[in-house]
């Protein structure tokens, strides 16, 4: 099993702030790794796939890079709609989630 | 568009078996590549993938709940059935379907571009 981390947990920002959320994976995944965006009581959105290959209809200022075992979700010019939980997953075998990063106010 | 939405009982007492049915639109599984997946959420928790089903009616299953697993597909009526044995209350959360972006041949694994809303389920006597 490929177990995934991200840090931090959680993160406290402001409209505007470029944030950033690392996401680790336990052994190497190439570039296998999607991105999601969640809030309460909603299903995950797609942000990123690829590492770093923005979903249709994702506003420009996500982004992802990595490769290996090392990723990052950034987003640049924080809005307040994207206070939500962000999830890493791995899909280089079964897929696996990471814990989550909770973005808030 | 693509939708899917899941339906089934909110509430499941311990050792009794859980069906869930997952509606779709928007595409077929009979088209070849095309996959639809179940995963789960405790509440507070992570996604937890539970499956994968394919348009050739191959099924992967996570190794540590596929003694529990069953899935079933009915392209005639564009539904996914998953079928779980045994609940527990560790097994209360929200269950969702979703389908599987095709990207490359490794079956086992994949990512989830659409999502139904998610069906919540209880296990409780």
């Known amino acids: 099993d490929i177990h995934m981390t991200q840090s931090p947990s959680t993160l406290s920002a402001s409209v505007g702030d470029r944030v950033i959320i690392t996401c680790r994976a336990s052994?190497?995944?190439?570039?296998?790794l999607a991105w999601y965006q969640q809030k309460p009581g909603k299903a995950p959105k797609l942000l990123i796939y690829?590492?770093?290959s923005l979903e249709s209809g994702v506003p420009s200022r996500f982004s992802g890079s990595g490769s290996g075992t090392e990723f990052t979700l950034t987003i640049s010019g924080l809005q307040p709609d994207d206070f939500a939980t962000y999830y890493c997953?791995?899909?280089?075998?079964?897929?696996?989630f990471g814990p989550g990063t909770k973005v808030d106010i | 568009q693509i939708t899917l939405k899941e339906s089934g009982p909110t509430l499941v007492e311990p050792a009794q078996t859980l069906t869930l049915t997952c509606t779709f639109s928007?595409?077929?599984?009979?088209?070849?590549?095309?996959?639809v997946g179940w995963i789960r959420q405790s509440p507070g928790r992570a996604p937890e993938w539970l499956v994968f089903?394919?348009?050739?009616?191959?099924?992967r299953y996570s190794p540590s709940l596929k003694n529990r697993l069953t899935i079933i597909k009915d392209t005639s009526k564009n539904q996914v059935v998953l079928i779980m044995t045994n609940m527990e209350p560790v097994d209360t959360g929200t269950y969702y379907c979703?389908?599987?972006?095709?990207?490359?041949?490794?079956?086992?694994?994949?990512?989830?571009?659409?999502w139904g809303q998610g069906a919540p389920v209880t296990v409780s006597s």
């Open positions: 979703a389908h599987r972006r095709k990207y490359s041949n490794n079956w086992d694994a994949g990512f989830l571009d659409y």
């Open positions: 928007g595409f077929s599984l009979t088209t070849s590549g095309v996959g």
């Open positions: 089903i394919y348009w050739d009616d191959d099924k």
């Open positions: 052994q190497t995944i190439s570039n296998w």
């Open positions: 690829e590492a770093s």
């Open positions: 997953q791995q899909y280089n075998t079964y897929p696996s």
